[in-house]
Each structure stands twice: as C-alpha cells, then as structure tokens.
Antibody, heavy 112, light 111 residues
Framework: QVQLQESGPGLVKPSGTLSLTCAVS?????????WTWVRQPPEKGLEWIGE???????NYNSSLKSRVTISVDKSKNQFSLKLSSVTAADTAMYYC?????WGQGTMVTVSS | DIVMTQTPLSLSVTPGQPASISCKSS???????????LYWYLQKSGQSPQLLIY???SRFSGVPDRFSGSGSGTDFTLKISRVEAEDVGVYYC????????FGQGTRLEIK
C-alpha cells in the first residue's frame, strides 16, 4: 500500500519561495500514476495545485501556473513542490496525493 | 477551466435518513475512452480527504454500500441511503478529465 508523507518548512516569509517534498513509500514513483499537490486554506475548500508524471510531464492550475514548479526525484522516490512569490493567501494545509491516496498534509504559514 | 458547482453547501440530516448532494460541471466529464472522470471525497474533521467514489459510481475499497454515485455528462449525484453519525464531514466532488478541479464542498451534519 502506497503511503505519502509531506515535509518542509512550516513558515515562509512573504515574497519567498515555499518548498515541500512528498516522500513515497510502499510503491514506486515510476509507476503509472500522476503525483499531485492539493492545498486547503484554513476553513476553506480544496484547491488543486498541479501534478507530475514520472517522466517529468506536468500539469498546473492555471491560476498558479506562473508561480508553481513540480519536480520528481526518482533516485529518492519523491516529488516536490515549489511556489514562488508567496503571500498570506498561500497560507494553507498542503497535501500530496494520488487520486485514491492522500498524505497527512503539512501546514504552511506565510508570515514575516 | 472546468468549474464544479455543488449543492447544497450544507445539509443537516437525521440519522437513518437519506442524503443527497448534487455536483454539476461546466463541461462534460465523458472522456474519449468511454469513462467519466468524476470523483467524490469525504473530509472528516482534522483529517485528509478520503476517496469514496470514482468514475461516477464505483465505490472505493472499504466504502460502505450506503454510499452511491450516479450521473452522466455534467450532472452527478452522491447519495447516502441511511446517514450515520460517522458520515459527518465535508463532501467534495472532483473532475479529472481536464486537469483537476474540486467543487466548493458540502458540509453534512447530524440533526
């Protein structure tokens, strides 16, 4: 059974870059899956950020596309999210997920 | 971009009674491969979302059969035949045909 675990700084300064990693265990990141990032601001709904295939092919939410980069590291069996030029509006719980499996999420706060 | 619209945004149900949530997409979710990429998730308080239904009507492993999904094209419904206390949470539909997008969520509470 695949498990996903997010990690990264819980606090990011405004105008900085948010960087998170999702470690994949119990399965290979080279499997036929799209590896996804989703976020959820406090007391709000889910927002799809983007996804990556092990080949490196990516899809991004059009509203975030100019600031998002998702990458994959096959050697470490993990994938990563970078979100640049962050503001308080980027404060959220960030989840990595497959269509049927979600990580526990990691809270990121944007504040000086 | 495809927009997903859920109704109602909240509902209060007596245990043992049925519940129904509607999800409408701004474009058809029928793919050329014949599948319709509509999913339903439940997010319980303090937890990650969990998959209930995939491809409109297929229950995910371990999901009780009181949950059912139906619909086609742009109109979809999640039904709970007899609501139980453990069903409390926020329900989201999600489209998977063109990128991904979630509905706003429907909060279910017990009367």
């Amino acid at each position: 059974q695949v498990q996903l675990q997010e990690s990264g700084p819980g606090l990011v300064k405004p105008s900085g870059t948010l960087s998170l990693t999702c470690a994949v265990s119990g399965g290979s990141i080279s499997s036929d899956e799209w590896w996804t990032w989703v976020r959820q601001p406090p007391e709000k709904g889910l927002e799809w950020i983007g996804e990556i295939y092990h080949s490196g092919s990516t899809n991004y939410n059009s509203s975030l596309k100019s600031r998002v980069t998702i990458s994959v590291d096959k050697s470490k069996n993990q994938f990563s999210l970078k979100l640049s030029s962050v503001t308080a509006a980027d404060t959220a719980m960030y989840y990595c997920a497959l269509w049927n499996i979600w990580g526990q999420g990691t809270m990121v706060t944007v504040s000086s | 971009d495809i927009v997903m619209t859920q109704t109602p945004l909240s509902l209060s149900v007596t245990p043992g009674q049925p519940a129904s949530i509607s999800c409408k997409s701004s474009q058809s979710l029928l793919h050329g491969d014949g599948k319709t990429y509509l999913y339903w998730y439940l997010q319980k308080s303090g937890q990650s979302p969990q998959l209930l239904i995939y491809e409109v009507s297929s229950r995910f492993s371990g999901v009780p059969d009181r949950f059912s999904g139906s619909g086609s094209g742009t109109d979809f419904t999640l039904k709970i035949s007899r609501v139980e206390a453990e069903d409390v949470g926020v329900y989201y539909c999600m489209q998977g045909i063109y990128l991904r997008a979630f509905g706003q969520g429907t909060r279910l509470e017990i009367k």
